[in-house]
């Protein structure tokens, strides 16, 4: 008899999560029964140093080919510089040895340096350290072998492993540190796959997989990607120490006290100050006695603890917390020191109760239980620069469109340390999963996941934006020994957070129909899940950030060739109809053999915002049953056609500002049944959602708004009320009569006015399927921009609404930080919009600017940007 089985007979409630959390046979959780609680007390503690470490990053020398004979301790001609962390590309693009990969086709040429064997070297005096000295990499892609001073260390392989080497007898005076990075392996796709040039050996090792041919980027990165470092020893060591949450002030401690066998003793210190808001300094202290290693757990009571919150629902604080030991005897001491964050998230069932083939997907978060709005995140870069700089850039945009989860998917990579301090700091919870995809880890060898899972664990636990653990991405069969081995280490190293041997699976879903199955949009307007953990419709950037990887002779050819550049920065290089698909969603808005890039661009975003805004509100308007979205995808790997809302520079595309407004906490809606509503009477359902009681004592007036080709008002919906709402309210119907159906374009306009002042604006676009070009054909509005400090204010000063208004700042689309975008401004209305610079900027609209027959003429050649 199965589980499900017995289960229906005895009639128990039990949930998929209860069912896998007994075949992982985890043993117990970190935290034991009887943890010792410690009294803080008010004022500064006095903190030892710690034994110290010698950073070995910045410049090291770079050569190609030869073997151990030739390399170790010989000298090396022809080398380069490159940097560390970094990319073996990127010190061949800084040398001048390789074009820019992201520029037209180079990525063709670039990719060859990945299938090469490389040599680094850096050389540095004896640290002065206390013994016994550690070598430690914190991140080699993907193979590599290291040598000090001629002798072999080892061998590592694995792109997540965090690995160190016992140095001492080894180190001089002088020293030579050599790494061969071994070429990466190449597979052929398998038969019958039409993916040309994808390398399929990202299946046989453990590597961000995303950049080995399919998904827009054919460069596999190569490279010493994360810090390398030599570090003392002190006497007794604090092995990863693990704060987490305990309850609303109450905070868990452990750590793991490492040091000689005959016995130790000594003082732990801890010191707790707020890090991103004034709470004076706590601070504790305790004697510790113990052999070898032994594991010392603890609660501390934090007075007038501040919880942390995700994006919208309240601010997310810190805390910073230090920790000493100092051993009895004058040894060396140890230091410690990281953030944290007080909340707790747990997983509720649906409103339908406990079910073995389904998680329990509803986010509890700090005792309340919410709808999730996010979006998948995409491994930055094939170069390897994820620079604090880049991370800052994409999260802001995230948290801009209200994005409360972003799901590092299991073809990227396991994030680093700034990627989570920054979701830390901005309030966006991770859904982190492993590096697995379509069955893998059937493939891949176990050892390298296992200490992938366990280097991950330990080094991401004490983040509180990270709430999810996840096997990987898109598994048929995502219930296996090796997941189960994930779930266990979750258990054992963390216990904390849920994890999930796959996804979709359990009742999420991922639905691509309208793109691969190349169905309607109408399929995506009509979609419902228990929980979207992906979908989405792949739409061009920005023409300006097109131009920037475009060569000139292809700037001005339109159409474009099917084997220019264009048609190379598409999701499969064209290989799988990229091109055909792309004209199919633009030829529901223009005509795509002739309108010319810029307009190209529009419309193919145009289409993006149908896939994914109504997707965002249906799903808000079915909470509870429905109980989060993630749409795929935020950010790209290469610039490309691509289901990113911001392209692969940082500049946004109308999709961003479209999830904005969709995402938004206080927000009106009109639901999108279908792209036409022509021939029928119809009733468009109108919702208002509050979800941090933004509404509370105040009134409040929605009004929906229907509006003819040329702007002339069909008819007018209004609804009162007052005080904040508990669940999405359903508001008033707008009717659509049979005669007024008929006509093309039609526009729907939703507003919310709190206290008389405007709070939220939606609007929608219907009836243009069969009248080409009839969104940019409209009566043309006239604009005025003005702008002070922080803020650009956009008057229409016409007699019809300006549609799809966007402040932009021309050459600078990837750094501009508009507040706002894709508005409807009516006849005598001025919008303010923040703007971070106030230098060249310029207003663009679908009826707004040159005419509509200029703008389908071919770009004007651009020369491009240098990366």
Request: with cysteine; aromatic share 10%; net charge neutral.
């Given at each position: 008899?199965?589980?499900?089985?017995?289960?229906?007979?005895?009639?128990?409630?039990?949930?998929?999560?209860?069912?896998?959390?007994?075949?992982?046979?985890?043993?117990?959780?970190?935290?034991?029964?009887?943890?010792?609680?410690?009294?803080?007390?008010?004022?500064?503690?006095?903190?030892?140093?710690?034994?110290?470490?010698?950073?070995?990053?910045?410049?090291?020398?770079?050569?190609?080919?030869?073997?151990?004979?030739?390399?170790?301790?010989?000298?090396?001609?022809?080398?380069?510089?490159?940097?560390?962390?970094?990319?073996?590309?990127?010190?061949?693009?800084?040398?001048?040895?390789?074009?820019?990969?992201?520029?037209?086709?180079?990525?063709?040429?670039?990719?060859?340096?990945?299938?090469?064997?490389?040599?680094?070297?850096?050389?540095?005096?004896?640290?002065?350290?206390?013994?016994?000295?550690?070598?430690?990499?914190?991140?080699?892609?993907?193979?590599?072998?290291?040598?000090?001073?001629?002798?072999?260390?080892?061998?590592?392989?694995?792109?997540?492993?965090?690995?160190?080497?016992?140095?001492?007898?080894?180190?001089?005076?002088?020293?030579?540190?050599?790494?061969?990075?071994?070429?990466?392996?190449?597979?052929?796709?398998?038969?019958?796959?039409?993916?040309?040039?994808?390398?399929?050996?990202?299946?046989?090792?453990?590597?961000?997989?995303?950049?080995?041919?399919?998904?827009?980027?054919?460069?596999?990165?190569?490279?010493?990607?994360?810090?390398?470092?030599?570090?003392?020893?002190?006497?007794?060591?604090?092995?990863?120490?693990?704060?987490?949450?305990?309850?609303?002030?109450?905070?868990?401690?452990?750590?793991?006290?490492?040091?000689?066998?005959?016995?130790?003793?000594?003082?732990?210190?801890?010191?707790?100050?707020?890090?991103?808001?004034?709470?004076?300094?706590?601070?504790?202290?305790?004697?510790?006695?113990?052999?070898?290693?032994?594991?010392?757990?603890?609660?501390?009571?934090?007075?007038?603890?501040?919880?942390?919150?995700?994006?919208?629902?309240?601010?997310?604080?810190?805390?910073?917390?230090?920790?000493?030991?100092?051993?009895?005897?004058?040894?060396?001491?140890?230091?410690?020191?990281?953030?944290?964050?007080?909340?707790?998230?747990?997983?509720?069932?649906?409103?339908?109760?406990?079910?073995?083939?389904?998680?329990?997907?509803?986010?509890?978060?700090?005792?309340?239980?919410?709808?999730?709005?996010?979006?998948?995140?995409?491994?930055?870069?094939?170069?390897?620069?994820?620079?604090?700089?880049?991370?800052?850039?994409?999260?802001?945009?995230?948290?801009?469109?209200?994005?409360?989860?972003?799901?590092?998917?299991?073809?990227?990579?396991?994030?680093?340390?700034?990627?989570?301090?920054?979701?830390?700091?901005?309030?966006?919870?991770?859904?982190?999963?492993?590096?697995?995809?379509?069955?893998?880890?059937?493939?891949?060898?176990?050892?390298?996941?296992?200490?992938?899972?366990?280097?991950?664990?330990?080094?991401?636990?004490?983040?509180?934006?990270?709430?999810?653990?996840?096997?990987?991405?898109?598994?048929?069969?995502?219930?296996?020994p090796v997941t189960y081995a994930m779930g266990r280490m979750a258990v054992e190293l963390d216990g904390t957070r849920p994890y999930h041997t796959g996804e979709p699976f359990?009742?999420?879903?991922?639905?691509?129909?309208?793109?691969?199955?190349?169905?309607?949009?109408?399929?995506?307007?009509?979609?419902?899940?228990?929980?979207?953990?992906?979908?989405?419709?792949?739409?061009?950037?920005?023409?300006?950030?097109?131009?920037?990887?475009?060569?000139?002779?292809?700037?001005?050819?339109?159409?474009?060739?099917?084997?220019?550049?264009?048609?190379?920065?598409?999701?499969?290089?064209?290989?799988?109809?990229?091109?055909?698909?792309?004209?199919?969603?633009?030829?529901?808005?223009?005509?795509?053999?002739?309108?010319?890039?810029?307009?190209?661009?529009?419309?193919?975003?145009?289409?993006?915002?149908?896939?994914?805004?109504?997707?965002?509100?249906?799903?808000?308007?079915?909470?509870?049953?429905?109980?989060?979205?993630?749409?795929?995808?935020?950010?790209?790997?290469?610039?490309?056609?691509?289901?990113?809302?911001?392209?692969?520079?940082?500049?946004?595309?109308?999709?961003?500002?479209?999830?904005?407004?969709?995402?938004?906490?206080?927000?009106?809606?009109?639901?999108?049944?279908?792209?036409?509503?022509?021939?029928?009477?119809?009733?468009?359902?109108?919702?208002?959602?509050?979800?941090?009681?933004?509404?509370?004592?105040?009134?409040?007036?929605?009004?929906?708004?229907?509006?003819?080709?040329?702007?002339?008002?069909?008819?007018?919906?209004?609804?009162?009320?007052?005080?904040?709402?508990?669940?999405?309210?359903?508001?008033?119907?707008?009717?659509?009569?049979?005669?007024?159906?008929?006509?093309?374009?039609?526009?729907?306009?939703?507003?919310?006015?709190?206290?008389?002042?405007?709070?939220?604006?939606?609007?929608?676009?219907?009836?243009?399927?069969?009248?080409?070009?009839?969104?940019?054909?409209?009566?043309?509005?006239?604009?005025?921009?003005?702008?002070?400090?922080?803020?650009?204010?956009?008057?229409?000063?016409?007699?019809?609404?300006?549609?799809?208004?966007?402040?932009?700042?021309?050459?600078?689309?990837?750094?501009?930080?508009?507040?706002?975008?894709?508005?409807?401004?009516?006849?005598?209305?001025?919008?303010?919009?923040?703007?971070?610079?106030?230098?060249?900027?310029?207003?663009?609209?679908?009826?707004?600017?040159?005419?509509?027959?200029?703008?389908?003429?071919?770009?004007?050649?651009?020369?491009?940007?240098?990366?």
């Open positions: 008899m199965s589980e499900q089985e017995r289960l229906a007979e005895t009639g128990e409630s039990t949930s998929l999560d209860m069912i896998e959390r007994r075949r992982f046979e985890a043993g117990p959780a970190p935290m034991g029964e009887h943890p010792r609680v410690v009294a803080l007390a008010l004022g500064e503690a006095s903190h030892a140093a710690g034994a110290g470490d010698m950073r070995l990053d910045g410049d090291w020398e770079l050569a190609r080919g030869g073997d151990p004979l030739a390399r170790v301790g010989k000298p090396w001609s022809e080398t380069i510089q490159a940097r560390v962390p970094g990319s073996i590309h990127s010190a061949l693009l800084g040398a001048g040895k390789i074009p820019d990969p992201t520029f037209g086709r180079n990525q063709e040429t670039a990719r060859d340096f990945s299938y090469r064997t490389w040599w680094m070297r850096r050389r540095f005096a004896r640290p002065a350290l206390p013994p016994p000295q550690q070598l430690v990499f914190e991140g080699v892609c993907n193979k590599c072998r290291v040598w000090l001073n001629g002798v072999q260390l080892g061998a590592h392989e694995g792109q997540f492993g965090r690995f160190s080497f016992d140095v001492s007898r080894h180190l001089r005076d002088e020293n030579d540190l050599t790494v061969c990075l071994d070429a990466i392996d190449q597979h052929s796709p398998p038969e019958g796959v039409n993916r040309a040039r994808q390398n399929v050996s990202w299946r046989q090792t453990v590597v961000a997989n995303n950049v080995y041919g399919w998904h827009y980027s054919n460069l596999p990165s190569i490279g010493i990607w994360r810090s390398v470092h030599v570090d003392g020893a002190p006497a007794v060591k604090m092995e990863e120490p693990f704060v987490f949450t305990r309850g609303k002030s109450d905070v868990g401690l452990i750590v793991t006290l490492a040091g000689p066998a005959n016995g130790w003793r000594g003082r732990l210190t801890g010191s707790v100050c707020g890090e991103t808001f004034k709470y004076d300094t706590r601070w504790f202290q305790v004697q510790v006695v113990g052999s070898g290693r032994s594991r010392q757990e603890y609660v501390i009571k934090l007075p007038q603890a501040r919880l942390w919150w995700p994006v919208g629902l309240g601010e997310p604080n810190l805390y910073r917390l230090k920790l000493s030991f100092v051993p009895e005897g004058g040894a060396a001491p140890d230091h410690w020191e990281g953030t944290f964050g007080i909340r707790t998230v747990t997983m509720a069932p649906l409103p339908e109760g406990r079910r073995p083939d389904k998680y329990e997907w509803t986010f509890v978060i700090n005792g309340q239980k919410q709808f999730i709005k996010g979006t998948g995140w995409c491994t930055m870069d094939p170069l390897m620069d994820f620079s604090r700089a880049r991370y800052e850039r994409f999260l802001d945009m995230a948290a801009r469109q209200h994005c409360q989860m972003v799901r590092a998917w299991g073809s990227g990579m396991v994030e680093t340390d700034d990627f989570y301090d920054v979701c830390d700091r901005k309030g966006i919870m991770v859904m982190q999963e492993w590096p697995t995809a379509w069955n893998s880890h059937e493939q891949q060898p176990p050892e390298l996941l296992e200490e992938t899972v366990r280097c991950g664990i330990l080094r991401l636990r004490n983040h509180p934006s990270l709430v999810m653990y996840g096997a990987g991405n898109e598994s048929s069969r995502p219930q296996h359990g009742g999420s879903k991922h639905d691509y129909g309208t793109y691969w199955a190349r169905k309607h949009i109408d399929h995506s307007l009509q979609m419902t899940a228990d929980f979207w953990g992906e979908y989405g419709l792949a739409s061009a950037p920005q023409a300006e950030s097109v131009r920037r990887y475009l060569p000139e002779d292809e700037q001005e050819l339109w159409p474009p060739k099917e084997d220019g550049a264009f048609a190379y920065h598409t999701p499969v290089f064209n290989t799988a109809d990229d091109m055909d698909r792309q004209r199919q969603f633009v030829s529901y808005f223009t005509d795509p053999q002739t309108c010319g890039l810029d307009r190209y661009c529009t419309a193919s975003q145009l289409a993006q915002i149908m896939v994914l805004r109504t997707c965002i509100e249906r799903s808000r308007a079915r909470w509870p049953n429905c109980t989060g979205v993630l749409h795929y995808k935020l950010n790209d790997n290469y610039p490309a056609v691509s289901w990113a809302t911001v392209d692969w520079y940082g500049a946004p595309k109308l999709s961003h500002f479209a999830v904005r407004n969709a995402q938004a906490p206080l927000h009106v809606a009109v639901l999108q049944p279908s792209c036409s509503i022509a021939g029928a009477n119809t009733r468009l359902e109108s919702w208002l959602f509050d979800d941090a009681g933004a509404l509370a004592g105040h009134k409040w007036r929605a009004r929906a708004r229907l509006f003819g080709p040329d702007f002339e008002l069909l008819h007018t919906e209004e609804q009162e009320g007052a005080g904040s709402i508990q669940a999405p309210l359903r508001l008033k119907d707008l009717p659509v009569g049979w005669t007024q159906a008929m006509q093309a374009p039609l526009f729907v306009v939703a507003d919310l006015f709190v206290e008389g002042e405007l709070a939220d604006r939606a609007w929608y676009f219907y009836n243009f399927e069969g009248k080409r070009d009839c969104l940019f054909d409209r009566p043309r509005a006239d604009l005025e921009l003005s702008v002070a400090e922080g803020a650009a204010s956009v008057a229409n000063t016409g007699s019809v609404p300006a549609i799809g208004v966007c402040v932009r700042r021309p050459g600078n689309a990837h750094t501009f930080t508009p507040g706002d975008g894709f508005l409807w401004i009516d006849p005598g209305e001025t919008r303010v919009i923040a703007v971070d610079s106030a230098d060249g900027l310029a207003i663009e609209a679908l009826n707004a600017g040159e005419d509509p027959a200029d703008a389908r003429k071919a770009p004007k050649a651009r020369k491009p940007r240098a990366r």
